[in-house]
């Protein structure tokens, strides 16, 4: 029986890591949508919730965040290749966020 979100046009893709689930939507050979499903429980340490927190406070951030994405979906076509490019700025923000909150430093990327 196809899942709500195979209904929908998306496909499950193998992260390589485990705990965590990706969906894409539409073609392989174009841009596409990503959702990113994780339990909460895994992320004791991880960067998604303070990201999130971040870009929700901070528009300036956002702005900042939205801009490098823009930019990057125009130079890299590989999708790691282009989610590295982000670490450096995502580590910023997520830093900052988690600083505020009293919150060890965590990797962004996990390889």
Not at 49 to 58: A, F, I, Q, S, V
Request: charged content about 25%; glycine content about 10%; overall charge positive.
């Amino acid at each position: 029986m196809p899942s709500e979100l195979s209904k929908r046009g998306y496909g499950l893709h193998d992260t390589g890591m485990p705990g965590r689930l990706l969906y894409r939507h539409g073609p392989a050979s174009s841009r596409a949508h990503h959702l990113h499903v994780v339990r909460a429980s895994t992320l004791p340490t991880g960067t998604q919730p303070p990201l999130r927190n971040y870009l929700r406070r901070y528009p300036d951030g956002a702005a900042r965040y939205g801009a490098l994405r823009r930019r990057l979906a125009t130079l890299h076509y590989s999708g790691d290749n282009y989610t590295r490019a982000k670490t450096a700025l995502i580590h910023e923000l997520t830093d900052e966020t988690r600083a505020e909150r009293g919150l060890p430093l965590a990797p962004a990327w996990e390889e």
